[in-house]
């Protein structure tokens, strides 16, 4: 406030008060794709690009590659953003320098590269993309990078099991992975490929990230992506036993292992909702997705505060904005319930005198229902009164 001499009246605008958080864009998928005939004014080279509609980027996406393929998968599930990375893909079969490019670099001009790409699109495109995936060419060094990009971004990843055929070789390579932002899916959809003009391989990954852009967009971010229809698509890639009422099925196998399948059962769906994760508390998808949209949410709805006096009033208002969205987010069902509060102890005058302020809070993310007991019981005690209901019968 100035002290400045007024004879007259001086007009303060204050601007404390609560404000309203608004929610991430949690749809927004990233992907790294081939397709050395692609019009490249619209997918130039290792340059994350922003398609608002997959469906109406597939005629600039050419027939080679994984371009258009993953763009039809995903338009058959939703209409969504998607950031596009394409990478060129070698003639022949030179399979190390494919994994290269898709890797990506930083080269000498600072320019990132393949997946390293996706790293920049938030600078680039003003968004971020949250569900990533490398359709067709995951080999395990790609996956890897995958779930370290995915770390970084806060985002969900979907790998495939390496062209694994059997499901003890699809468990051995799970093991090769602990990260909590990572599923593994085993198997690949089948479906008709209107360039070769044949049913062939739809690859899941593609499918799984359309998959997860919709129920972000029509249920939320609490609902995991297993037992759920997945459009588009005619069989699948590999024979396995599954069965709902057994436990001795391969697919109850893998799941146990933590490996997401795929099933005919009303329809073709994901079956599987655990994460290559190390610590089991974060095991389901849902979980690790709602702590990274809360995470998330919260880290970019405070930048206005950034600066201003700590004074108790900015304090209490911080603290209400979090309680007030976690009070809405327990309204439409995507957590059980969070709270945030201010820890006297640790934000003692030492910390703010130092201009640091630290808020608290907890969340409890919303279980899935993954084993449902039904305890059945035969008894006699229903004819006890057998000849009184005849007589009224």
Same mark, same amino acid.
């Given at each position: 406030m ?12 204050l ?12 749809g927004? =998928? ?13 997918f130039?080279l ?15 996406? !050419? ?10 998968? =995903? ?32 080269n ?18 003003? =968004?971020?993309p ?25 985002a ?12 003890? /070789? ?27 003009? /044949?049913t ?5 990954v ?20 297993s ?30 292992k ?23 508390i974060w ?15 919260f880290?970019e709805?405070?930048d ?14 911080m603290?209400?904005? =979090? ?8 309204? /439409? !069902?995507?957590?059980?319930? !969070? ?11 030492d910390?703010?005198?130092? !201009?640091?302020?630290?808020?608290d ?14 305890? /059945? ?17």
């Amino acid at each position: 406030m100035s002290d400045e001499y007024l004879h007259g009246v001086r007009v303060l605008e204050l601007t404390d008060g609560t404000r309203p958080i608004k929610s991430i864009a949690t749809g927004v =998928i990233g992907v790294v794709v081939t397709a050395n005939d692609a019009d490249a004014t619209v997918f130039p080279l290792n340059e994350p690009v922003l398609i608002t509609d997959p469906l109406s980027a597939i005629a600039k996406a !050419g027939k080679q590659g994984t371009l258009a393929s993953t763009l039809d998968a =995903i338009s058959d599930l939703v209409r969504t953003p998607c950031v596009i990375v394409r990478v060129e893909e070698p003639s022949g079969s030179n399979a190390d320098t494919l994994t290269a490019n898709i890797i990506g670099t930083v080269n000498n001009k600072g320019k990132y590269t393949g997946l390293k790409a996706l790293l920049n699109a938030k600078t680039k495109l003003g =968004i971020k993309p949250r569900i990533l995936g490398v359709p067709k060419y995951d080999n395990q060094t790609v996956a890897t990078e995958l779930a370290s990009i995915a770390k970084k971004l806060n985002a969900f990843a979907y790998i495939s099991t390496n062209g694994a055929t059997t499901k003890e /070789q699809a468990v051995t390579y799970r093991q090769k992975f602990a990260q909590r932002e990572v599923m593994m899916i085993h198997g690949d959809f089948t479906a008709f490929d209107v360039n070769k003009k /044949q049913t062939s391989t739809d690859f899941a990954v593609a499918r799984a990230l359309g998959l997860r852009a919709k129920l972000d967009k029509e249920i939320g971010w609490h609902k995991n992506l297993s037992n759920m229809a997945v459009d588009g698509v005619t069989g699948v890639s590999l024979d396995m036993s599954f069965d709902i009422q057994d436990s001795s099925t391969d697919a109850n196998f893998l799941n146990e292992k933590g490996i997401t399948v795929l099933v005919n059962y009303n329809g073709y769906r994901f079956w599987g909702s655990r994460t290559c994760a190390d610590d089991p508390i974060w095991a389901f998808e849902q979980y690790v997705r709602t702590a990274q949209v809360i995470r998330d949410t919260f880290a970019e709805a405070y930048d206005w505060a950034i600066d201003k006096p700590i004074t108790p009033t900015l304090a209490k208002d911080m603290v209400e904005m =979090i309680n007030a969205k976690f009070r809405t987010w327990k309204a /439409q !069902g995507y957590i059980v319930d !969070g709270k945030a509060w201010v820890d006297a102890e640790i934000n003692n005058k030492d910390e703010l005198k130092a !201009g640091k302020f630290y808020i608290d809070y907890d969340f409890t993310p919303v279980p899935s229902l993954e084993n449902l007991n039904l305890r /059945q019981c035969i008894t006699d005690k229903y004819l006890v009164d057998f000849a009184a209901k005849i007589a009224t019968a």
